[in-house]
């Protein structure tokens, strides 16, 4: 059974930073993508992040683009988004996803298409 926990979430106030971890199970790390995602408040779900595991490649949202990392450990089978100089509007829930075969660059933000998803973890920025 494939299983994907986020944790690291928590309030923070703007310009802090928090640093996420997606620990997956039952999943191996060889192929495919881990991405990131958030949905605000009456607001859709939007990509963040994602990796590739076989090359570690990734691919931002333009919104978080030089502020969030996304980075993993296969050793670990952990999977991070370092966040930095956060923003008020970067509240909201945090999901993990994975996608056991298809990469980070084609998949990219395609939620359909991932198949197994973390349960969240909420993340608040207070101005």
């Known amino acids: 059974e494939v299983q994907l926990v986020e944790s690291g979430g928590g309030l923070v106030q703007a310009g802090g930073s928090l640093r996420l971890s997606c620990a997956a199970s039952g999943f191996t790390f060889d192929d495919g993508a881990i991405g990131w995602f958030r949905q605000a408040p009456g607001k859709e779900r939007e990509g963040v992040a994602c990796i590739s595991s076989s090359d570690d490649s990734t691919y931002y949202a333009d919104s978080i683009k030089g502020r969030f990392t996304i980075s993993s450990d296969n050793a670990k089978h952990t999977v991070y988004l370092q966040m930095n100089s956060l923003k008020p509007e970067d509240t909201a829930v945090y999901y993990c996803?994975?996608?056991?075969?298809?990469?980070?660059?084609?998949?990219?933000?395609?939620?359909?298409?991932?198949?197994?998803w973390g349960q969240g973890t909420q993340i608040t920025v207070s101005s």
């Open positions: 996803a994975a996608e056991p075969l298809i990469s980070c660059e084609l998949v990219r933000f395609s939620s359909e298409v991932y198949e197994y």
